[in-house]
């Protein structure tokens, strides 16, 4: 059983820190990619990041670059988004996200609110 659990939500500053994490199971997850999506109210799922394989192959949306990191620890099964200079923009639910050889898996999601 596959399963995707992330945590590291909450209510941050605008400038703060936070860092998300997914713990993953149910799948070879050194083997495949893992992705960080984001759900404001009233839009559309978008990707934030993704990281390949390995800690060198990553890729941002235009909007995060520079601010967010996504890495993994293949031992831990875990995939991590370190957010930075947060603003009331990056405010939304947090989706982790995988696409392994058995079918597309997310997350319940962690709610992230950036405010004063």
């Known amino acids: 059983q596959v399963q995707l659990v992330e945590s590291g939500g909450g209510l941050v500053q605008p400038g703060g820190p936070l860092r998300l994490s997914c713990v993953v199971s149910?799948?070879?997850?050194?083997?495949?990619?893992m992705s960080w999506y984001r759900q404001a109210p009233g839009k559309e799922r978008k990707l934030v990041a993704s990281?390949?394989?390995?800690?060198?192959?990553?890729n941002y949306a235009e909007s995060v670059k520079g601010r967010f990191i996504i890495s993994r620890d293949n031992a831990k099964n875990t995939v991590y988004l370190q957010m930075n200079s947060l603003t009331p923009g990056d405010t939304a639910v947090y989706y982790c996200?995988?696409?392994?050889?058995?079918?597309?898996?997310w997350g319940q999601g962690t709610q992230v609110t950036v405010s004063s």
């Open positions: 149910g799948f070879t997850f050194s083997s495949y990619a």
């Open positions: 996200y995988a696409n392994p050889s058995m079918g597309t898996y």
């Open positions: 990281i390949i394989t390995d800690n060198d192959s990553t």
